[in-house]
């Protein structure tokens, strides 16, 4: 078990667990409440010196009571390992696709130099009461978010598209890019 830094939850949709410890950006780390439960993989934000943390969006049984129960303790995989955000180093110009909470594997990643062009469509709702000043983009209703993805990755030349969202969400943005001839990636939900 490692002692939690704090974990505080800005909003009833997120938590924010903060560690001690500098850890190098563009990684995942896995948490898990015990030895006896599932491992569960978040980005990693860190300034690489004195802490690091991870933003959890509240959508799963463990991360709702991170939310309704903030721990003082977690059991922490030592070893890390690469992301999604990874594949951004193999094309000139992609499109990142995030909604929510999600937006975290990518920040990490983004605090590092690239070599690519990189376009952000971050779709999210209660913007400052969940993750400060910024757009709202639920203020007029849910977005079309296979749409609006496909019509950035067009606009802006993307090579590939990749996104971050919930199962169903990553699933039928990356198909409809593929279905339009844009390749497309997103995670695997399989924990």
Not at 44 to 65: C, P, Q, R, W, Y
Not at 74 to 79: A, H, T
Request: include cysteine.
């Amino acid at each position: 078990m490692i002692d939690c830094k704090s974990c505080s939850t800005p909003s009833g949709h997120a938590s924010i667990i903060k560690f001690e410890g500098g850890i190098k950006v563009g990684i995942l780390g896995r948490i898990s409440p015990s030895s006896f439960s599932e491992w569960h993989a978040f980005g990693i934000i860190s300034d690489n010196k004195k802490e690091h943390m991870m933003l959890a969006g509240a959508v799963g049984d463990f991360t709702k009571s991170l939310v309704t129960n903030p721990p003082s303790h977690l059991l922490v995989r030592q070893v890390h390992f690469v992301g999604l955000p990874y594949l951004i180093t193999m094309y000139d110009r992609v499109l990142l696709v995030a909604t929510g909470s999600g937006i975290c594997v990518f920040l990490s990643f983004l605090l590092q130099p690239c070599k690519a062009d990189v376009c952000l469509l971050w779709v999210t709702k209660n913007v400052q009461k969940n993750f400060g000043n910024n757009h709202d983009t639920a203020v007029l209703g849910r977005p079309h978010m296979l749409e609006m993805s496909i019509a950035a990755a067009k606009n802006w030349g993307a090579k590939v598209v990749i996104v971050t969202n919930n199962p169903e969400g990553s699933r039928d943005v990356v198909d409809a890019c593929k279905g339009a001839g844009i390749p497309a990636f997103g995670p695997i939900w399989d924990s």
